[in-house]
């Protein structure tokens, strides 16, 4: 072995690889980036007009739900995935999204499947309104199985400091709404292949079926008044992740008789898992809350049509979060 491509790193694979995708990549640029494709770096320009702007950064993964996609082929609304996971944490804190940055790890290059992933990417932050600044892609033979993908990404938002959402402004007799997801998103993948095996395969379409991206609906309600905190429903349900948005001393009762969770559900319930263990691990069809002033719910509504918005609940002393 004399060679990095005898070691298992394809160099001239690599290049091409980066040639392919800078097309989708510089299609989510607008007016305010700074750098060059395929630069060591790149940036974004703070938008005019905050008076005291503050920069947020999150952090997250695709996860085991790309074993379902490495199985079957289905890359396509893997980007959407990802994306999602970020921005949708910085929208529960008020952020608007300004920038994306990913990270690919792959065990050997294959370029039709590594360009279908960057373009779901390049079409998410397209929907989310943020301009993918660049990335990773890193091959490691030897470390992973050859068809392996691992798949992370960053975003970076920014809010006045004045506007952040968060436990302070929440109040008891606030009104939770609830923004519907059609799917599991991108968690609790390990309790579905576990309790599916094989059979993952046979419903790939349905269990792989893109995340929604909530943030720009998210923000155009903040922007409009009247809400007080925001909560990203993802592992660890709804309780969980509420409870995040809630100060000390403040719980709510929740009404799961409001909605109904999509069939897809069902997949999983139907093979033994518990009603509890279900709201414990997925969104279970409710994948943003938003804790608003009770006087403002019905103008908030109109905001939040495209997601099929749901009054789940109220705001109420007492430090439990209650499912009914």
């Known amino acids: ?75 396509n609304g893997v980007g959407f995935d990802l994306v999602a996971m970020c921005v949708d944490d910085l929208a529960a804190v008020g952020a608007k999204p300004l ?68 436990p302070h402004l929440v109040r008891a007799g606030d009104v939770i709404i609830g923004l519907r997801s059609p799917n ?6 390990s309790l579905v292949r576990a309790v599916m095996g094989d059979e993952v395969e046979n419903h790939a379409e349905a269990l792989l079926e893109p995340s929604v991206i909530y943030s720009t609906s998210v923000l155009s309600a903040v922007d409009s008044g009247g809400v007080h905190a925001g909560a990203h429903i993802t592992g660890g ?35 033994g898992v518990s009603r509890d263990e279900m709201f414990q691990t997925f969104n279970m069809g409710i994948g943003f809350c938003l804790v608003v002033d009770q006087v403002e719910v019905d103008r908030l509504m109109e905001h939040l049509e495209l997601h099929n918005p749901v009054v789940l609940g109220a705001v109420r002393a007492g430090e439990t979060i209650t499912l009914r």
């Open 1 to 75: 072995m004399t060679s990095y491509r005898d070691a298992g790193v394809d160099l001239e694979a690599a290049r091409h690889h980066v040639s392919a995708i800078s097309e989708a990549v510089t299609a989510t640029w607008k007016n305010g980036v700074v750098g060059m494709f395929g630069g060591f770096a790149a940036g974004i320009e703070i938008p005019a007009g905050l008076r005291m702007p503050v920069l947020m950064m999150t952090t997250d993964g695709v996860g085991t739900k790309l074993e379902i996609a490495r199985r079957t082929g289905l890359w």
């Open 99 to 166: 920038a994306f940055v990913d990270y690919m790890a792959v065990g050997s290059l294959d370029p039709k499947r590594e360009s279908t992933i960057v373009q779901s990417i390049s079409r998410a932050c397209i929907a989310a309104g943020c301009a993918l600044l660049g990335g990773e892609t890193a091959e490691h033979p030897g470390v992973m199985a050859d068809d392996a993908v691992d798949l992370a990404g960053a975003a970076l938002g920014v809010v006045e400091k004045a506007g952040q959402l968060g």
């Open 184 to 189: 599991l998103r991108s968690n609790g993948f």
């Open 237 to 271: 349900g709804i309780v969980e992740n509420l409870r995040r948005a809630l100060p000390a001393g403040l719980g709510a009762d929740i009404d799961t008789s409001t909605w109904e969770p999509p069939s897809v559900f069902g997949l999983v319930s139907d093979r």
